[in-house]
């Protein structure tokens, strides 16, 4: 369409008022700069497990059905799985018939819940640095993202802070725990004291918990689905694309209670139809077969985080930093520049070719940080620390 006035085409304002990830935007200038490496794109370095390759060569081969759609909420055994999944890990029951649906990936559970919940003009509440994408899909969904900026000294909850942002307009707060980009994991007294908020305020809480597997330091953080008296409005979202090496997969999964589910799988029918037969057939083999891949990539992870804080530690004078605690990103401030972080992120890979992500992209208690990400090698890790350091000792303008 365009507009008859002027010649120029017109677009809805929602898609105007979305940007293109950060993450992305700093993957597509980084391949125009040869030999970069990368403390970008959260994607770690571990192939897809044998036992997942194998289930699913074998289905190619052996079962028909597999170039075909699943039921749009997802193949009844991955569902069954899920729902004992969460039965086992969080001691919540779901049923698998009405309150399980399979999504393209946690992104799509994310957005098909929040366009499910959010009307133009309701307010959010974002714990802010928070997941970019977040951010971007409350806006595709006529939302307000309202920030609320974690504890800086820990990256914890301010649950006062949270209290004074919810207003007659609050919809909903989306929880990422644990978290990305700070790798922060809220203590259980704290999403305790938030599902309070939800149930006082009638709030959705919408829950990402596409990294509950990947904890250091202490138990799997608690789920806001586990409080019985708020599980009605909270939407539990979560991925198979870190814990099992399935980015590319492309498959993910929802939880709620059955009747918001059914609006979900309204807005997941309305979008994708299903996620990808081959894709859930991969689902079900990771969560049937073999843990020790997950065990193996938490211990390898844990080791790349000590990497990454030593690398840190010894540029004391130029980052400041929270130490994770889950995920694989740390969220560094840095003391060398006072320009802002998409300006020091664009001059660190144009200059030293190296790939980080500007931190102003979580929210604006992420500006002044550059996130890192330890999901790569160890090689990979000491090459791009061997850059900024020495990129850094070079006069840098401020």
């Given amino acids: 369409m365009t507009d008859s006035r002027s010649g120029a085409a017109r677009f809805s304002r929602r898609v105007a008022s979305i940007s293109m990830s950060a993450t ?40 028909p059905v597999i170039g075909r759609y699943t039921l749009q909420s997802g193949m009844p055994p991955l569902r069954r799985a899920i729902a004992e999944m969460s039965r086992e890990s969080l001691g919540v029951a779901v049923d698998p018939e009405t309150e399980v649906g399979i999504t393209v990936g946690a992104m799509e559970g994310l957005l098909a819940s929040i366009l499910t919940v959010i009307e133009r003009g309701d307010e959010v509440i974002l714990p802010s640095p928070t997941y ?33 942002a919810i207003t007659e307009r609050t919809r909903a707060v989306i929880l990422c725990n644990p978290g990305n980009p700070t790798g922060t994991v809220f203590a259980d007294a704290d999403v305790e004291a938030l599902c309070d908020l939800a149930q006082a305020h009638d709030l959705w809480i919408i829950s990402d918990e ?20 708020v599980r009605p409005r909270v939407i539990t979202v979560g991925s198979f694309s870190k814990k099992y090496a399935l980015t590319g997969w492309r498959v993910g999964w929802v939880t709620a209670a059955e009747p918001v589910m059914a609006q979900i799988m309204k807005v997941h029918d309305a979008t994708a139809i299903c996620a990808p037969t081959p894709s859930q057939v991969a689902a079900l083999a990771a969560l049937n ?14 080791e790349r985080r000590e990497q990454c804080c030593r690398r840190l530690d010894a540029l004391a004078d130029h980052f400041t930093y929270v130490r994770p605690r889950g995920a694989f990103y740390i969220m560094a401030r840095y003391r060398f520049s006072q320009k802002s ?3 020091v992120a ?6 030293a070719g190296v790939i980080t992500i500007p931190g102003g992209s979580f929210g604006p208690n992420g500006e002044g940080h ?23 000792q070079r006069p840098v303008s401020s």
């Fill in 289 to 302: 077969g073999p843990q020790d891949c997950v065990r193996d990539m938490r211990r390898i992870l844990a």
């Fill in 341 to 343: 972080s998409r300006q």
């Fill in 24 to 63: 992305k935007y700093m993957a597509v200038l980084a391949s125009r700069v040869p030999d970069s490496v990368s403390l970008g794109q959260g994607v770690p370095s571990f192939p897809t497990p044998p036992h997942v390759l194998e289930a699913v060569a074998a289905a190619l081969h052996n079962e």
């Fill in 210 to 229: 596409t990294y509950d597997f990947l904890v250091y330091d202490d138990a799997p953080p608690k789920s806001p689905a586990c409080r019985e008296a």
């Fill in 370 to 392: 550059l996130r890192l990400s330890f999901g790569g090698t160890e090689s990979e890790i000491d090459a791009a620390f061997d850059r900024i350091e020495h990129w850094l």
């Fill in 346 to 351: 664009e001059q660190m890979l144009n200059e």
């Fill in 132 to 164: 970019a994408s977040h951010i971007e899909q409350v806006l595709l969904a006529e939302g307000i993202p309202v920030f609320v900026p974690l504890r800086a000294d820990d990256w914890g909850l301010d649950l006062e802070a949270i209290a004074n």
